[in-house]
C-alpha cells in the first residue's frame, strides 16, 4: 500500500525524526554507502572505452594524459563545491533544490523534466546496453534479433530491458536491498580497476609502447590544440559522470551535513585516482598512435583499438586472448552496479517533483518499503522504451551541453545563496571558496563555448529539448492551480 510522506514536520522528536516526517524518507546511509553510491554512480564501461576517441582527438600521450587529468579536476571541484549546497539542504531531489531554491521553480522543473526525459534515463539505458553488449561478448547467440510485432528487437536489447526492470524492482523493495546491491558491486568494481592497475603496471608493461610514447609524449604542440582538448574532455568528464547522485538521496543519508559533503570528496578523488592510473596502464601496454588496418592490438594501438575497448586490449597484451573475457566480466559487474546507482537516486528527483506539484502525482507516494515506487517505475518504463528506440545515444549527445549549463547553474548558485541567504546554516562550506567554484564555472563555460562551435548540431537540439519543457511547466502548474 502507498503512502504520501506528510507535508509538515513533527514538532518534536530528534533531527532524524524531523527529517522522517518532512519526507517520509528514513536516514539510514552511512559514509561507505554514500561513497559507495558517489564511485559505483561514476564507474562505469566509459574508462574501458572512451580512451580511444580522446586519443584519436589529441594525438599524443601527454595530452591524452592532461584531458585526463583537467577532466578530473574539474570533477573533484565540483563535487567539493555541491558539498555545501547538499550540506545546506539535505533534501530528496538534490540538485534540482538547489535549482529551485537559487533560480526559482521554472529552472528546477527544467533540470528535472530534461533528467527525466533523458540525462538520467537516457544514461540507465545506455549503461543497461552496455551491460548486454559486453555480455554478447560472453554469449554471441545475445546479437540475434526478434520481431515484436512492427518492432524489431535485438536479444541484446531485451536484456538490456530485463536489467532495468530488475534494478527496478530492487530498489521498489526499499533503500536497504538497493543499498546492498551498490555495495557489493561498488567494491567489486572498485577491485576489479585495482587489479588492472596492477597487473597492467607490473606484468603488462611493454617496452617497445613505452619507448615510442615517451618519444612522441607532446606531439606537435601548438595553439590549434586548446579547442581539441575542450572537447576531448566532454567524454572524461561524462566517463566521471553522475557523482552528483548522492545529492537525490540526501533526505535517506545520516549526518548529512558532514556524510555527503565527504562521500563526495572521497569517491570522486578515488575514482579519478584510478582513471589516471587506468590510463598509464594503456600507454605502458599500448602506443597511442596506430593504424586502423593493422592486425595486431599494438599495431592498432590506443587510438584504433578494436571498439574502442582500450582496456581489453591493454589486458591482451598482459594475460593474452583470456583478457577479453576477463574484460566482458569486469566491465559487466561495472556496469551493473553503476546503473543500479543511477536508478536508486534518480526516483528522488521525480519525487520531490511530484510533491511540489509538478510532476505525475503517484510519484510523490511511497511505499511501504518507504520506496518511491511509482517513481521507479516510470523511470524504468521511460528507460525501456529509450532503449527500444535506439534513439538514447544521440539525446545523450544532444544535452551534453545542458547538463553542463545545468551544473554551472549549480555550482553559481552558491554565490547567489550566500547573498540571498546569508544566515542559513552552512554545516560544510565549499573548499576553496569563491576560487574554487568560479573556477568551474570559468573552465565549464570555456567547455560549453567550445561546444557551440565545434560541435553545433548537438548543442542547439540540446537547448531545445530543455527548453521544450518550458510549455510543459506551465500546464503543470496550471492543471495544479
Excluded at 574484460?327 to 520531490?352: E, K, Q
Excluded at 506539484?357 to 523511470?379: D, E, S, W
Excluded at 547567489?416 to 567554484?437: C, M, N
Aim: proline share 5%; charged share 10%.
Amino acid at each position: 500500500m502507498a503512502r504520501r510522506a506528510p507535508a509538515t514536520a513533527h514538532p518534536q522528536g530528534s533531527v532524524r525524526d524531523t527529517r522522517t516526517a518532512i519526507s517520509g524518507f528514513v536516514p539510514s546511509l552511512g559514509l561507505w554507502d554514500a561513497t559507495a553510491v558517489v564511485a559505483g554512480s561514476m564507474i562505469g564501461s566509459g574508462v574501458f572505452i572512451v580512451s580511444a576517441d580522446i586519443a584519436r582527438t589529441v594525438g599524443a600521450p601527454g595530452w591524452l594524459l592532461v584531458v585526463w587529468l583537467l577532466a578530473g579536476l574539474m570533477t573533484i571541484a565540483g563535487a567539493l563545491s555541491y558539498g555545501e549546497l547538499a550540506a545546506m539542504m539535505p533534501h530528496a531531489g538534490g540538485q534540482y533544490v538547489y535549482l529551485r531554491t537559487a533560480y526559482g521553480p521554472v529552472v528546477g522543473f527544467l533540470y528535472g523534466w530534461t533528467l527525466f526525459l533523458v540525462i538520467q534515463t537516457g544514461t540507465i539505458a545506455a549503461v543497461a546496453v552496455a551491460f548486454a553488449k559486453f555480455t554478447g561478448t560472453l554469449f554471441p547467440s545475445l546479437d540475434a534479433a526478434v520481431q515484436v510485432g512492427p518492432v524489431a528487437v535485438s536479444t541484446q536489447q531485451g536484456l538490456a530491458i530485463v536489467v532495468i526492470a530488475a534494478l527496478t524492482g530492487i530498489n521498489c523493495d526499499g533503500l536497504r536491498t538497493g543499498r546492498l546491491v551498490q555495495n557489493v558491486f561498488t567494491a567489486t568494481k572498485v577491485g576489479s580497476l585495482v587489479a588492472l592497475v596492477v597487473l597492467g603496471l607490473i606484468w603488462g608493461r611493454n617496452p617497445a609502447a613505452v619507448a615510442t610514447n615517451l618519444h612522441q609524449f607532446w606531439g606537435s604542440p601548438s595553439l590549434a590544440l586548446l579547442p581539441l582538448i575542450g572537447a576531448a574532455m566532454v567524454g572524461a568528464l561524462f566517463s566521471a559522470d553522475a557523482w552528483f547522485n548522492i545529492t537525490f538521496a540526501a533526505a535517506e543519508v545520516r549526518d548529512p551535513g558532514r556524510t555527503v559533503p565527504l562521500s563526495l570528496a572521497i569517491g570522486t578523488t578515488v575514482v579519478i585516482g584510478l582513471y589516471l592510473a587506468a590510463n598509464l596502464v594503456y600507454l605502458a601496454a599500448l602506443p597511442l598512435r596506430g593504424d586502423l588496418t593493422a592486425t595486431t592490438v599494438e599495431g592498432r594501438g590506443i587510438q584504433f583499438a578494436i571498439s574502442d575497448r582500450v582496456a581489453t586490449a591493454a589486458m591482451e597484451v598482459t594475460l593474452g586472448h583470456a583478457a577479453v573475457v576477463i574484460m566482458a566480466i569486469a566491465i559487466m559487474i561495472s556496469t551493473f552496479g553503476c546503473a543500479n546507482g543511477i536508478v536508486l537516486s534518480g526516483a528522488r528527483v521525480y519525487y520531490a517533483m511530484a510533491r511540489d506539484g509538478l510532476f505525475f502525482g503517484v510519484a510523490g507516494l511511497l511505499n511501504t518499503r518507504r520506496a518511491p515506487a511509482a517513481a521507479l517505475v516510470l523511470q524504468g518504463i521511460w528507460a525501456s522504451l529509450l532503449t527500444l528506440s535506439g534513439t538514447y545515444s544521440d539525446l545523450l549527445d544532444y544535452v551534453i551541453f545542458a547538463a553542463l549549463l545545468f551544473y554551472v547553474l549549480t555550482v553559481a548558485a552558491i554565490f547567489i545563496l550566500r547573498r540571498t541567504q546569508p544566515h542559513t546554516p552552512r554545516p560544510y562550506a565549499a573548499i576553496g571558496y569563491p576560487v574554487v567554484p568560479a573556477l568551474y564555472i570559468i573552465f565549464a563555460t570555456g567547455i560549453m563555448l567550445d561546444l557551440l562551435i565545434l560541435k553545433p548540431r548537438y548543442t542547439w537540439p540540446g537547448l531545445l529539448l530543455v527548453a521544450s519543457g518550458v510549455p510543459v511547466y506551465y500546464w503543470w502548474r496550471g492543471r495544479n492551480a
